[in-house]
Antibody, heavy 118, light 108 residues
Framework: QVQLVQSGSELKKPGASVKVSCKASGYSFTNYGMNWVRQAPGQGLEWMGW????????TYAQGFTGRFVFSLDTSVSTAYLQISSLKAEDTATYYCARDVVTIIPGYWGQGTLVTVSS | SSELTQDPAVSVALGHTVRITCQGDTFRSYYATWYHQKPGQAPVLVLYGKNIRPSGIPDRFSGSSSGNTASLTITGAQAEDEGDYYCNGRDSSGNHLVFGGGTKLTVL
């Protein structure tokens, strides 16, 4: 069965960087795109973008360019989200979500809480 | 980009029917996708495409669309249907997604 297992919670100081991992299993990794979604505490879902796991080409939503980088290690079926120059407003739960069809997220990881605080 | 507008909260009596709506110009061209999220849990895909329910989603969930409004209907709401429902659709470019603000469903 499809499983997406994300790395654990992170506590970071402002200005630091964080790298969240999303390890996939139960399917051929490069056959489906991977989306990233942010949810701030008590708020709704925000689509951050997606990465084509076959070509490695990322697409970033407005507001998620510059400090946010999607990457892959296909040898271990893992997608990554790196956020640099962290700000307090980056405090959120970050989800990876595999497509069911092109950019329709269907299978979700359990989420990774990133807390940015001095 | 495009905006998707949802009512913040809706309630339904146990066993009754409820419709959750989502407004956005994108639905004149694209189908809506719907997610259900319970507190402290990841969202779950409920409906996508032309009324496609993933495996394990009960058939009491159905979708429809009229003009710029997409709807998720729950026929015979159950206690486990409580939670937040988010619609999702493509933006005007067709290459990006956008979520609605979410609707909190209470089953009375």
């Amino acid at each position: 069965q499809v499983q997406l297992v994300q790395s654990g919670s992170e506590l970071k100081k402002p200005g630091a960087s964080v790298k969240v991992s999303c390890k996939a299993s139960g399917y051929s990794f490069t056959n489906y795109g991977m989306n990233w979604v942010r949810q701030a505490p008590g708020q709704g879902l925000e689509w951050m973008g997606w990465i084509n796991t076959d070509t490695g080409n990322p697409t970033y939503a407005q507001g998620f360019t510059g400090r946010f980088v999607f990457s892959l290690d296909t040898s271990v079926s893992t997608a990554y989200l790196q956020i640099s120059s962290l700000k307090a407003e980056d405090t959120a739960t970050y989800y990876c979500a595999r497509d069911v069809v092109t950019i329709i997220p269907g299978y979700w990881g359990q989420g990774t809480l990133v807390t940015v605080s001095s | 980009s495009s905006e998707l507008t949802q009512d913040p909260a809706v309630s339904v009596a146990l066993g009754h029917t409820v419709r959750i709506t989502c407004q956005g110009d994108t639905f004149r061209s694209y189908y809506a996708t719907w997610y259900h999220q319970k507190p402290g849990q990841a969202p779950v895909l409920v409906l996508y495409g032309k009324n496609i329910r993933p495996s394990g989603i009960p058939d009491r969930f159905s979708g429809s669309s009229s003009g710029n409004t997409a709807s998720l209907t729950i026929t015979g709401a159950q206690a486990e249907d409580e939670g937040d429902y988010y619609c999702n659709g493509r933006d005007s470019s067709g290459n990006h997604l956008v979520f609605g603000g979410g609707t909190k469903l209470t089953v009375l």
